[in-house]
């Protein structure tokens, strides 16, 4: 089994709260749709690679920006280092917008369905689709209503062998998905950089994932 990934996302410009958690990460998410405008001078003080995110509200997040405005904040973080950039599948005009991130860095293509876990069918072709538009890691986020939505979203990352995924269901009953995307061989999971610094419903502190994987002797 390899060693999971842990990506914390950083809601906060607050530096000392991120160096805390520095250590015990393998990478970052910059929500600059949370950050506000500090978040290029907390991107630049960083010491890990960095994945950069502005969401868009209608996908769980709070940018307020026109979509043009929200791209472009996206683009911007290329030119100071950013390692990926986090674009939904669903973004328009998303081809040219694609090819304009994997001039530089990689491309993350996600998903969030805020109110239910689809079938995995449904899912499935979510990540094809993804994968036909060029992502080199693909990204599908539900909301679990059961335990049983844990297992049918963990079930996309064995489904895709060859591919870079992240899966996994928000909320309390989805916690479970959170912890074990990678120890199924997703890509990475998140976290919040401290309790309290949640990104999404159901996201555990670094801290806390830290000490179950070192728990059941995968860290």
């Known amino acids: 089994m390899k060693q999971p990934r842990i ?8 530096l000392e709260v991120i160096r805390q958690a520095e250590p015990l990460v393998d990478l970052f998410e910059v929500r600059i749709d949370l950050i506000g405008d500090d978040w290029q001078e907390i991107a630049k003080k960083l010491g890990k690679p960095w994945i950069a995110c502005n969401r868009s509200a209608a ?63 449904t899912m499935r072709q979510i990540i094809r689709q993804q994968i036909e538009a ?45 912890v074990f995307c990678p120890l199924v061989g997703g890509d990475f999971t998140y976290a919040s950089l401290a309790e309290g610094r949640e990104s999404a419903p159901g996201q555990i502190s670094v801290k806390d994932l830290k000490n179950i994987y070192e728990m059941i002797g995968s860290r």
Do not use: W
């Open 7 to 14: 990506c914390a996302a950083i809601t906060t410009p607050d």
């Open 134 to 178: 060029g992502a080199d890691i693909c990204k599908v986020v539900t909301t679990a209503r059961s335990f049983e939505d844990n297992l049918r979203v963990l079930q996309l990352v064995p489904a895709f062998p060859e591919k870079r995924v992240v899966a996994f269901a928000m909320g309390t009953a989805g916690i479970t998905s959170r």
């Open 59 to 121: 996908e769980g997040g709070q940018c307020q920006d026109n979509e043009e405005r929200r791209i472009e904040r996206l683009l911007q973080a290329l030119e100071i280092g950013a390692s990926a950039i986090d674009i939904e599948l669903s973004t328009n005009n998303l081809t040219n917008t694609i090819t304009l991130i994997k001039q530089h860095a990689e491309c993350l293509l996600s998903y969030h369905n805020l109110e239910k876990t689809p079938d995995f069918d």
